[in-house]
């Protein structure tokens, strides 16, 4: 493959180099094999830019998110009652909204004093995952734990697993999403 060469500078200095001889067939194949793979990326980039991305069924229930009014459960006909053990109020009210044509198979509220505190969703044949999940709500921090902690604009959460594991990955189906307008403490280094 290579040999040494011997060679003179303009100042007629002999020296010794290493020269590299390839066969012709090994450069075309080396140039053939970039090119592909180069294609190949490509390929793959454009995929990715044109292939369709999960939709978002939480905007459909942006109006009975945490920290809304109540009358959007009114409008969208929750079932409602008072709770046993207020958490937020003495006058805290649950709903519940069943769902028979939907990514959601319920959608459950709790709402005090006219605002909404905790609203969570029971995902039909969990087909949403830990990745999926931070994409749609612009999760800015994520605590798994066995289920996921998650923080989103301040505020916390939970999504439940499918199956809870002390392996942490994107790929985890959840089977509830539980929003809150509880704050969480600031981190103290």
Known sequence: MGHLKPTRNAHGVERLSFALILPRYLLIGQVVTISGFG????LMMGLAHFTDHPSNPFA?????????????????KFNCWLR???YYAPTETRCILMLTDAPFSSVEVVYASGIIHQTSFMLRDSTINVGELAVMLDLSEIHPRGNIYFTRHGYSGVAQLVRPSKHFSVLGRI??????????PKHVP
Do not use: H
Not at 39 to 42: K, P, Q, Y
Not at 60 to 76: F, I, N, T
């Open 39 to 42: 294609a190949a990326i490509a």
């Open 60 to 76: 459909a229930y942006a109006d009975v998110l945490p920290g809304q009014r109540k009358e959007a459960v009114e409008a969208r």
């Open 175 to 184: 089977s509830q999403v539980t929003l809150t307008d509880t704050r969480l």
């Open 84 to 86: 046993d053990n207020p």
